[in-house]
C-alpha cells in the first residue's frame, strides 16, 4: 500500500482504547500499542495483490472441495465415500433441513462469500485503480462474517471424529480433506498479511 499521508490522523488501540497520532511505518515495519504490544499498522510491499491471489486460490480449494471425496469408510467389505457437498445434504431432506442450511452457509456460503468481497475490495486498488462502488460497505461485511466462517472449525471437528471412528473401520482420507487443510493454512496467512488499518486508509483516499 502506498498512501503514507497521514495528514494528524488519530489512531486508537483496539485492545487498550490508548490513542496515538499516525506515523506512517516503513514497509515491513510495524507500529505497535506502547501499552499492550498490539500491532497497529503493519504494511508490507504487494500486500493487496497478494491478498487477492490467496483469495482466488482459497475459492477454487472451496469449490474443488466441494465435489471430491471427503473421506471414504470402510468396514467388513462394505466402504462408503463422501463429499463436503454430501455432508452438507446429509439431513437435506428431514426436519433436520435447518442443520443442513447452516452447515452449507457455515463452511462453504460464507467462506466463499468473504473470499468474493475482498477480492471485490481489494483487486481494483491492487492494480492502482479506484475503489468500486460500495467498497467500504463490502469490507465492513467482509469483516464482520469473519466470526461465521467455520471451514477450520469444520475440519477440526472431523479430524477428532475421525480418530474415534478409526477404531470402529478404516478411514481413508479424501483430497478434499486436504484441500481443506490448505485452505485452513491460507486464511491464515491471508489474515495475518491484511492491515486493516491500511485498509481503510485506503480506501478513504482513493475515492
Ligand atoms: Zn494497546
Redo the contacts with the bound molecule.
Keep these: 500500500m502506498t498512501d503514507n499521508a497521514t495528514n494528524g490522523q488519530m489512531i486508537v488501540?483496539p485492545?487498550?482504547d490508548?490513542l496515538y497520532r499516525v506515523r506512517m511505518p516503513e514497509f515491513g515495519e510495524r507500529a505497535v500499542?506502547k501499552?499492550?504490544h498490539?500491532v497497529l499498522i503493519a504494511p508490507r510491499a504487494h500486500a493487496m495483490i497478494r491478498i487477492v491471489a490467496l483469495s482466488v486460490t482459497n475459492l477454487i480449494l472451496v469449490i474443488a472441495a466441494l465435489f471430491l471425496p471427503f473421506l471414504q469408510i470402510s468396514r467388513a467389505g462394505f466402504s462408503n465415500a463422501t463429499s463436503l457437498m454430501d455432508a452438507v445434504l446429509a439431513f437435506a431432506t428431514g426436519p433436520l433441513f435447518v442443520l443442513s442450511l447452516a452447515v452449507g452457509a457455515l463452511i462453504v456460503v460464507v467462506p466463499m462469500l468473504r473470499m468474493l468481497l475482498s477480492i471485490y475490495v481489494l483487486a481494483p486498488m491492487a492494480f492502482d485503480r479506484k475503489p468500486l462502488p460500495a467498497s467500504k460497505r463490502a469490507f465492513r461485511l467482509f469483516e464482520a462474517l469473519k466470526p461465521w466462517s467455520m471451514a477450520e472449525i469444520f475440519v477440526l471437528g472431523c479430524g477428532v471424529a475421525l480418530v474415534k471412528v478409526s477404531a470402529l473401520a478404516q478411514v481413508h482420507l479424501g483430497s478434499a480433506f486436504w484441500m481443506m487443510c490448505v485452505l485452513v493454512v491460507v486464511v491464515l496467512l491471508q489474515d495475518n498479511m491484511m492491515c486493516r488499518w491500511s485498509i481503510w486508509n485506503a480506501l478513504e483516499r482513493r475515492k
Aim: glycine share 0%; aromatic share 0%.
Design positions: 488501540c485492545h487498550c490508548a500499542c501499552r499492550c498490539t
